[in-house]
């Protein structure tokens, strides 16, 4: 099956930063790629997600990137904010299943004012 | 709240004991997933429903552990004489079809 890896584990910033998150997936039939953010005692909320025949996509101060060739993607956020503190979950579905998905180990993302 | 939505939201059971959660998914959304998060992991996969028909399940889910969606709509997790190391939060999630997933508020199993 997929697998899929995530760093960092940890990431602390400064407000008004950038921070950028990195994941490599192991199946190349791999065709999308969710951005899920989990807050202390929440559910994991979709922030963005990209298929694989798109190269970027970016939604205001979040964009994600991805390299087929290289298998890897990133999640960035611009002009980092408090609120933006969370864990960020990766994800990959390959084409061989029916929908799971297969999850990163989670960035946690500090964003110190 | 038109969201996915698990009751209860915490159980804490012991050793031996059978327990059930629900999951009601967004009311549109004909395929219905059951994760497993433990601490500082992220989700694992466990099955998966298209309407009422179960068509995935990973290793992870033991015969202790069984799932039904039965008019295909909500869904239950039974978890059979749970060990400690069941302890876990458990997440169902929706999609319709192939689409985005949306995940519920998950229910945090203890086992003492």
């Known amino acids: 099956g997929e697998n899929v890896e995530q760093h960092p584990s940890t990431l602390s910033v400064q407000e008004g930063d950038s921070a950028v998150i990195k994941c490599t997936y192991s199946?190349?039939?791999?065709?999308?790629f969710p951005w899920y953010k989990q807050e202390l005692g929440k559910r994991p909320q979709l922030i963005i997600d990209?298929?694989?025949?798109?190269g970027e996509k970016k939604d205001q101060r979040i964009a994600v990137t991805l390299n087929k060739t290289a298998k890897h993607f990133s999640l960035h956020i611009t002009e980092t904010q408090p609120e933006d503190s969370a864990v960020y979950f990766c994800?990959?579905?390959?084409?061989?299943?029916?929908?799971?998905?297969?999850f990163g180990r989670g960035t946690q993302l500090t964003v110190w004012p | 709240d038109t969201g996915v939505s698990q009751d209860p939201r915490h159980k804490i059971t012991k050793r031996g004991q059978n327990v059930t959660f629900r999951c009601d998914p967004i009311?549109?959304?004909?395929?219905l997933y059951w994760y497993r998060q433990t601490l500082g992991q992220g989700p694992e996969f466990l099955t998966y429903?298209?309407?009422?028909?179960?068509?995935?399940k990973s290793r992870l889910l033991s015969d202790r552990f069984s799932a039904e969606r039965p008019k295909g709509s909500f869904s239950t997790l039974e978890i059979q004489r749970t060990e400690q190391g069941d302890s876990a939060m458990y997440l169902c999630?929706?999609?319709?079809?192939?689409?985005?997933?949306?995940f519920g508020p998950g229910t945090r199993l203890t086992v003492t």
């Open positions: 999630a929706s999609s319709r079809d192939r689409l985005e997933q949306y």
């Open positions: 199946d190349s039939a791999s065709n999308y």
């Open positions: 990209i298929r694989s025949n798109v």
């Open positions: 994800a990959a579905r390959d084409g061989s299943t029916l929908g799971r998905l297969y």
């Open positions: 009311s549109e959304h004909n395929r």
């Open positions: 429903f298209q309407n009422e028909a179960q068509l995935e």
